[in-house]
Nanobody, 114 residues
């Protein structure tokens, strides 16, 4: 059983910041990559950022310089800090954990007002 519990989403004004958190109920040693994806209405689910157990990060071009992903391996937690938010960042954000397969959170809404 794998459960992902997300928090930190909500409504924020353009230029503001949010910090998303996701806690995975799985053994820390089994986790490889953790990450965040987002999906806006009518669009596919796209990678925002990912991080390996060793700390290697990947960011989407649209968020480079504005977002920082980090993880606490012992707590099996991944974070996404988003700064200088834009209305185009509005989407449902999904936590992803990769062990022997990919597991997804329920999604949390991020809305950025103009």
């Amino acid at each position: 059983q794998v459960q992902l519990v997300e928090s930190g989403g909500g409504l924020v004004q353009a230029g503001g910041s949010l910090r998303l958190s996701c806690v995975a109920s799985v053994s820390a040693v089994s986790i490889n990559t953790m990450g965040w994806y987002r999906q806006a209405p009518g669009k596919q689910r796209d990678l925002v950022a990912s991080i390996t157990r060793a700390g290697t990060t990947v960011y989407a071009d649209s968020v480079k310089g504005r977002c920082v992903i980090s993880r606490d391996n012992a707590k099996t937690t991944v974070y996404l800090r988003m700064d200088s938010l834009k209305p185009e960042d509005t989407a449902v954000y999904y936590c992803m954990v990769r062990t022997w397969g990919d597991y997804w959170g329920q999604g949390t809404q991020v809305t950025v007002s103009s």
